[in-house]
């Protein structure tokens, strides 16, 4: 028999067909169809198929190496990787895309109607799951071993349809065609087990006698870095039922018996995030989380065998990112793994994890920071329950040495010794792990000084900061190839791996001829974002208007409220001064809001009845226009960014961790209007001052006007504008009359407004009419945005994974 690796050379060689006979043999042999008869959606398939094989070859090439140099594994635990589509990322990693567009549009296709009959891969919610879809392009770019794991959930996040200006959600179907890019794994499948009581024998071992047992199957996307030389893969979860369907129940006729089983075990992995406003959907939430993340163990577990013999020194190969809390279930249950399967001591045990395990925190809002009824733990893992307490008890006596007082200590076990009835999994996640991350250089300062204060007092070289970054391969290249090409044709084409090498453009801010040509594309990027418009929801925008976005889930501290009132209040100045050259601007938002989030859904209905009047007022006509885009997504997202002229970042200081949007626009020479908050802060020390329109509060005022409950109507008492919208939404000037519509909205903004919106709005309103200002000197304009290009290279993915290696995960990188 040939030795494995000379029957993979000669499969090579089976490949060296040109690209296009890949595709059609693809198209005729797994697709099943001639070129007569195949739609759109088939020849999307055939040429996946084709990249995909060629991206198999530096998969298995990559898993090879990795084994024999037995280097560090890295592997990413996250319950969101937001990959959006694949294709045209594929074929750009691996040099192909021409070659695609050329044999595809010779077949009399037009190869961006194929390219996108493929569906979003929307796997997650916002940006903490984008940034694990970043990451994974980056840590192939830069040669990490890295593995993502995740749930291969049915569903994905929910379709966001509008009925009457309000959100619907339903469910989002994007298996149901197949994925070209997964291959099912069904040799690599564990056990997941739930429920039940331990029992502890007359040596003390404890033994977990579970209740349920459900199957954790593997699924494999391989994700190719630029130039396609390292593949690394993404590794997602399904749930099945572990026994087989009950035969003699279905030979009964008791179907729904029979199937009883299989339900709740897909259930696992059917939908991300599942409404957790009833007890159900909470045990569903946790029992999620526990199935990705015992599934990924085990599976690294087994692999890390085939290299070593003992778990002793996991931590020197293995480093394991928890991407937020969601996996924090891994510090007891790499513990239980080694203490019930492996024997170590409870000590032991907690020692190997704490070298093993990493976690990024992503909030510092406390009630997105999870933590589970303690009755629930109890009744689902039983043993991890057990174990909390051990870790607990020897935490517990770990604080005392350093000098913490009792009841410092129990603020931060996981675990408050006097309330029991929440399990902390923030406090577990940092109390287990060997480094906690913060994602801005303001959140990891923040995170000191508020949420893990005394944890920090503590371990005070434990928090690091690594400020996150997007790809430059998605997020320029594939999405803005007008500017591409001007980059490449003035500096090359090393950018798109070494992303700091746009600084060289800073030379031609003020050259006529390259701010033309720069502006050029912007106003293309702008007519094709206008056409998306009209064909999605049939509004007709002016492309020559300013195109301000704001696209980011809906949420109270993010401030969509601000971003609409302060359009009312134009609207109101418009109306009051018709003849004034007013600077026309399109207003654009989009996200999605949590299904039981309802002042957020009301949000979203607010920016829709405003949309309904303004866009309706002849008498405003092109001056303003307000558009709410249903169902964001990566997709959209790569036509929106583009498109913009002014990128809204105006979340209450303090409050927002890093943001990434914000990175994008800037890098697609969009200028920001922001607060001081999350990255903005230093993406105002890379862009300079002059460059990025920064407004309102810093987090300490934020902190202190919340602190002494400051109240919104001092303000609003000296603001006519305000007033003015307040009555306006009282007497139901944009709800058809309906006064009660907005009563949530009005309390808050009234009465408590704690992301301090009021405060905020007059330094808003008058930032927005400098922009407008400035707006309308197209060569500064034009300077600025092109600094703002040449000057966010820091803000690469590639430079934040490098950080990672280095600091965090102690491996090497290309
Ligand atoms: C990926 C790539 C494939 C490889 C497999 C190995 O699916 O080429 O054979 O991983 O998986 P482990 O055996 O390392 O889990």
Redesign the pocket.
Known sequence: MKPVQHEFEDAKDLLHESFGNSVLRHLIYSVGKDTSHAVERDWCVALSMAIRDRM?EG??DT?RQI?EKKQKRVYYLSMEFMIGRMLEDSLTNLGHLQEARTFIEAQGLNFHDVLHAEQDAALGNGGLGRLAACFMDSMSTTGVAGMGYGIRYQHGIFRQNMENGWQMEEPEDWLVQGNAWE?R?PE?VYDINYGGFVETSDDGKAEWKPSERVQAI?F?M?IAGWKGAHVN?L?LWSARQADLMNLKKFNEGDFMASAHQQILAETLSKVLYPGDHTPEGRELRLKQEYFFTAASLQ?LI??FF?NYDSLDNLGDHVAVQLNDTHPAIAVPELIRTLMDDYDYSFERAFEITRKTLHYTNHTLLPEALEKWPKGLFEHILPRHLQIINMIDGAFYQEALKVGLEHNVIANIQVIHPHQQDWVRMGNLAFIGSRKVNGVSALHTELMKQTVFHDLHTMFPDKIINQTNGVTPRRWVLECNPGLSDLVTEKIGEDWIDDLEQLKKLEEFAEDAKFQKRYMDIKSDNKKRLAEFLEARIGITVNPDAMFDIQIKRIHEYKRQLMNILEAVALYNEMKANPSAPWQPRVKIFAGKAAPSYFLAKVIIKLISDVAEVVNNDPEIGDKLKVIFLPNYNVSAAEVLIPGADLSEQISTAGFEASGTGNMKFALNGALTVGTLDGANVEMQEHLGEDNIFIFGMKADAVAERQHRRARPSEVIKDSQRLQQIIGQLESGFFSDGDTGRYRDILDNIKNHDYFQVVPDFEDYWATQRHIDEVYQKPSEWAKMAILNTARMGWFSSDRTIRGYAKDIWKTPTI
Do not use: E, S
Request: proline share 6%; no cysteine.
């Open positions: 198999v998969w298995i898993t084994y291959f794994r690599v593997a494999d391989p893969t590794r599976d087994r692999r085939t």
